[in-house]
């Protein structure tokens, strides 16, 4: 298992005239669980998709494990995203699904066993490698999308709100996954969300953005209790 830091130097990000991200830093530590936090369109997926590689960066430099990514294609900076909508293929059994961005590269088959094997224990999907996606449950196809992401043993996962397309029970369920799933690979973990209840419960630290930029950078306690502007403290509900 290999985990990476991620560090963040002064990053900007502009879609035509709009900025939407604008000279970000941040460091995130290797093996932490942090969430990015803030309101819709505020650019946290933009910020998480220039780490994947999934666009381009129009300033600063991004550094995984201490090397320069920004100018690396996805598939090279050792990096796994983990979609809302978490679009397997329908017509492929979940092995399949998971095999797929193996073969991609050449991994040997069975390497692909080997790893699909430990993914599938880790996530309780074990029984399932044989159907399709459309024979499963909202909550299982979530667990094949994390899976995809298990096999390639990333640096790093990055998660971009993966539980707000499931129903209350199920998302709390996949929450508690998630906190499992952190403790059992220990693998640095980015968390995207708007629910500030996900970030406390999952994230040892919370990266409160606004428009653009980063507003506070904190342990849930801290970004509670001590709300560092006016914006987070309405954004978290609590007194200024
Ligand atoms: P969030 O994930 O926080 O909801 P996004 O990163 O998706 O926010 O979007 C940030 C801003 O950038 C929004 O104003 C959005 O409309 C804009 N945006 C995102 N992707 C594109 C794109 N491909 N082209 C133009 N504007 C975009
Ligand atoms: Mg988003």
Known sequence: MQVSSIELDSVSKRFGSV???????????SGE????????????????????GLESVDGGEIRIGGERVDRLPPGARGVAMVFQHYALYPHMTVFDNLAFG???????????????????????????????????SGGQRQRVAIGRAL????????????LSNLDAALRVRTRVELARLHQQTRATTIFVTHDQVEAMTLASRIVVMNARKVEQVGTPMEIYGRPATEFVARFVGSPA
Not at 19 to 29: F, K, Y
Not at 33 to 52: Q, V
Request: charge should be neutral.
């Open 19 to 29: 900025e939407v991200i604008s000279e970000l830093s941040l460091t995130i530590h």
């Open 102 to 136: 193996l073969r991609n590269i050449g991994t040997a088959e069975d390497e692909i066993a080997r790893r699909i094997e430990e993914a599938a224990r880790i996530l309780e999907i074990s029984h399932l490698l044989k159907r399709k996606p459309g024979q499963l």
């Open 33 to 52: 669980f942090i969430a990015f936090l803030g309101p819709s369109g505020c650019g946290k997926s933009t910020l998480l998709r220039m780490i994947a």
């Open 151 to 162: 096999v390639k043993d990333p640096k790093a996962y990055l998660f971009d709100e993966p």
